[in-house]
Nanobody, 124 residues
Framework: QVQLVESGGGLVQPGGSLRLSCAASGSIFSIDAMGWYRQAPGKQRELVAAITGGGSTNYANSVKGRFTISRDNAKNTVYLQMNSLKPEDTAVYYC??????????????????WGQGTQVTVSS
């Protein structure tokens, strides 16, 4: 009923920039928190940045000052602007959203959704 579709990953040189997008679609009543996570080979998935429905943000220490998370509530979309990229930022990036869904049986219910992931590779 609900999908998160990510885009914007790719190969970039150290010091470069990328912008990731994640659009939610389906029977959406509202979206609360949205976030970006990443998982490098052999490592656990970790939180990169998150943004509440009211616009409050938090970041992993490793990306503070380089990455910016934002959202467009009218488009049900969350963005991650990544600047000054480093090789250690290489990972699959996943978006996550806490969504209140319109039930076909009436009312709503809430659950979390993940995108399919997009590869970011920082290399010269």
């Amino acid at each position: 009923q609900v999908q998160l579709v990510e885009s914007g990953g790719g190969l970039v040189q150290p010091g470069g920039s990328l912008r990731l997008s994640c659009a939610a679609s389906g029977s959406i009543f509202s979206i609360d928190a949205m976030g970006w996570y990443r998982q490098a080979p052999g490592k656990q998935r970790e939180l990169v940045a998150a943004i509440t429905g009211g616009g409050s943000t938090n970041y992993a220490n490793s990306v503070k000052g380089r990455f910016t998370i934002s959202r467009d509530n009218a488009k049900n979309t969350v963005y991650l602007q990544m600047n000054s990229l480093k090789p250690e930022d290489t990972a699959v990036y996943y978006c996550n959203a806490d969504i209140e869904i319109i039930s076909p049986y009436g009312g709503t219910y809430r659950r979390g959704y993940w995108g399919q992931g997009t590869q970011v590779t920082v290399s010269s």
